[in-house]
């Protein structure tokens, strides 16, 4: 047990020294502190990727070395927080929030999940490409000044569809079908209907109703 408690404190035991990276490959980092060059791997809890000139600090001991932290660093070369695997960031009690002065951005090329009780989004101008894209809700209130749409194809499938506008223009190059089992229009002042050739046909009956009926 003795001999156990022993070797542990050998292998646990720790020298610090600052240095400066040298030279990178991948997971390793070469660090040239005053006692030599080190080839150093980068502690878990060291989340700032050490570049090529930074000062770090080292820590040398039994099962090799590692960069504990980034101290100094010359230049505007960003800050890169790289963790080997997952990185989860959790705040049960508070808020997290991610303030940046010139830009934020979220790059995966793969999935990009949002759950919350609550999305807001507010912003002065945005743009939205998306290759194919389902929305599923159960209501959708929109007010907005002015819309624009653009598409080689629209369909719409609803059970109800009730418009009420102030005024409607429908300019339609080539042509038009209305399908439906009752079709009905009511127009308080006049209906004008003007064309070259104008066909109304009915399999019952056709009717004819005003106070005045001019023909030709």
């Known amino acids: 047990m003795r001999d156990n408690l022993a070797r542990q404190r050998v292998e646990t035991f720790a020298t610090q020294e600052v240095g400066?990276?040298?030279?990178?490959?991948g997971r390793s980092f070469q660090v040239r502190v005053g006692s030599g060059d080190y080839a150093a791997r980068r502690a878990v809890s060291c989340l700032v990727e050490p570049a090529l000139g930074d000062r770090v600090l080292l820590a040398l001991h039994e099962g090799g070395c590692h960069v504990l932290a980034v101290l100094d660093r010359d230049g505007d070369a960003p800050a890169r927080l790289v963790a080997d695997g997952?990185?989860?960031?959790?705040a049960p009690n508070g808020r997290f929030t991610?303030?940046?002065?010139?830009?934020?951005?979220?790059v995966t090329p793969a999935e990009a999940a949002v759950a919350a009780g609550t999305v807001r989004v507010a912003a002065a101008e945005g743009s939205l490409a998306?290759?194919?894209m389902t929305y599923v809700g159960e209501q959708l209130v929109a007010q907005v000044h002015r819309v624009k749409t653009v598409a080689r194809s629209v369909e719409s499938i609803a059970g109800r569809w009730v418009q009420r506008l102030d005024r409607a223009y429908r300019f339609i190059a080539e042509s038009e079908q209305v399908r439906a089992q009752?079709?009905?229009v009511k127009a308080r002042a006049a209906v004008n209907i003007k064309a070259e050739a104008t066909l109304v046909s009915s399999g019952?009956?056709?009717?004819?109703?005003?106070?005045?009926?001019?023909?030709?």
């Open 182 to 184: 009752y079709y009905e």
């Open 86 to 90: 997952d990185l989860e960031v959790s």
């Open 204 to 216: 019952e009956l056709t009717k004819i109703d005003g106070g005045q009926i001019h023909l030709g």
């Open 130 to 132: 998306v290759g194919a």
């Open 20 to 25: 400066t990276v040298i030279g990178a490959m």
């Open 98 to 106: 991610v303030t940046a002065g010139e830009g934020v951005r979220l």
